[in-house]
C-alpha cells in the first residue's frame, strides 16, 4: 500500500462553460451530465447519499481534457427514475447496466461515500468492471454488526424525517454536521441545495440500502488498481478506517487529506483534483479500444 498525506491548498478552479457538458437522461431512464471527448478514456463519478451529478460539474471541468468525464444521478435521483426496490445489488446492477448502455469500456470510476460502496458491491461482482477505482470517503462495510447500533443509526438519519422535517428543512444542518470548517462556500452551497432537492422517498430509500453491506472480505480480491481518499475531519467515514481499506486492497494508494470533512470534492476540490489526477497519471495503459 502507497501511503500519502496531502495539505488541502485551496486552488483556483478552471472557468466552466455551459457548453463544456451536457445533461442527458439516456434510454434506460438514468440522467446524467457529460463533458469532454466521447472517444477519450471514462472517468464516471458516482455521488453519496442526498448528492447529484451535478455535484461533480466541477470535476467534469477539470478533467473532461483529457477523459470522457461523466456523473450520473443514482437512481431516483436527479431526473433519473426510480428503482422498485433500492438495495446495494439492485443499485450495482444499475451501474453495470448504465455502464453498458453508454458503452463505457472498462471506465474508471470515482465512488464517493454511497457511490464507493457501489463501486464495490460491482467490483465483487465483476472484478474486471473498472480500469480502475477511487475510493473516496466511504466504507466497506455498514458500520457495527451490532443490532443496537444499526438501530441507532437509521434512528438518528431517518428520525428527523419522521417527525415531520422535510429534506429542505435538514439540509442545512446536516451539510455542516458533514464538512470541514475550511469548507469552499460555493461548494457548501451546492451540497446544500442538492440535499434539498432530494425526494424524501429517495433519501429514505438509500439509507436503507446500507443495512447488511459487507465487502470488506472482496477488498482483498479488487484486481483493478484503487486510490482510497479519505479527510483528516471525516467523522461520517474516519480516516482510520479508509486507511485499513486501503490495506486490504492489494497495491492500493492511500491519500488522506488535511482539513476535509465528508465532502472533499466539494469542500477542497483542487486538493481533491490533485489527488485524483496523480492517481490517474500513474495508471498503465488500457490496451483495449474504448467505447
Known amino acids: 500500500m502507497a501511503v500519502q498525506h496531502e495539505a488541502s491548498v485551496p486552488q483556483a478552479a478552471r472557468q466552466q462553460t455551459q457548453q463544456e457538458y451536457e445533461q442527458v437522461v439516456s434510454p434506460g431512464g438514468i440522467s446524467y451530465l457529460e463533458g469532454g471527448h466521447p472517444g477519450a478514456p ?20 477539470h478533467f473532461g481534457a483529457d477523459y470522457r468525464a461523466l456523473a450520473w444521478d443514482m437512481p431516483g435521483y436527479g431526473h433519473s427514475a426510480p428503482l422498485p426496490l433500492v438495495s446495494m445489488d439492485t443499485l450495482a446492477v444499475a451501474l453495470a447496466g448504465f455502464i453498458e448502455e453508454l458503452g463505457l469500456h472498462r471506465p474508471v470510476l470515482v465512488g464517493h461515500s454511497l457511490g464507493g460502496m457501489m463501486v464495490q458491491q460491482l467490483l465483487a461482482r465483476a472484478p474486471h468492471a473498472a480500469r480502475a477505482v477511487v475510493l473516496a470517503q466511504t466504507s466497506a462495510a455498514f458500520g457495527s454488526r451490532d443490532p443496537a447500533w444499526q438501530a441507532e443509526f437509521l434512528s438518528a438519519r431517518l428520525g428527523p424525517l419522521d417527525a415531520g422535517h422535510s429534506m429542505a428543512g435538514l439540509a442545512e444542518a446536516l451539510v455542516a454536521e458533514m464538512a470541514g470548517p475550511g469548507a469552499d462556500p460555493a461548494g457548501m452551497a451546492l451540497a446544500r441545495d442538492c440535499l434539498a432537492h432530494t425526494p424524501d422517498s429517495t433519501y429514505r430509500d438509500s439509507v436503507m440500502a446500507m443495512p447488511g453491506f459487507d465487502c470488506w472480505d472482496a477488498l482483498a480480491r479488487v484486481a483493478v488498481p484503487a ?24 497495491g492500493a494508494h492511500y491519500v488522506l487529506l ?34
Open 42 to 61: 471514462p472517468l464516471l463519478f458516482l455521488h453519496g447519499i442526498g448528492g447529484a451529478a451535478r455535484m461533480f460539474r466541477g470535476q467534469i471541468d
Open 227 to 250: 486510490l482510497v481518499l479519505a479527510g483528516t475531519l471525516d467523522a461520517a467515514a474516519p480516516a482510520r478506517g479508509m486507511e485499513r481499506m486501503a490495506a486490504r486492497i492489494p
Open 258 to 291: 488535511e482539513g476535509v470533512g465528508h465532502l472533499a470534492h466539494l469542500e477542497q476540490p483542487g486538493a481533491f483534483n490533485a489527488a485524483v489526477r496523480q492517481f490517474l497519471r500513474g495508471l498503465p495503459d488500457d490496451p483495449a479500444p474504448h467505447g
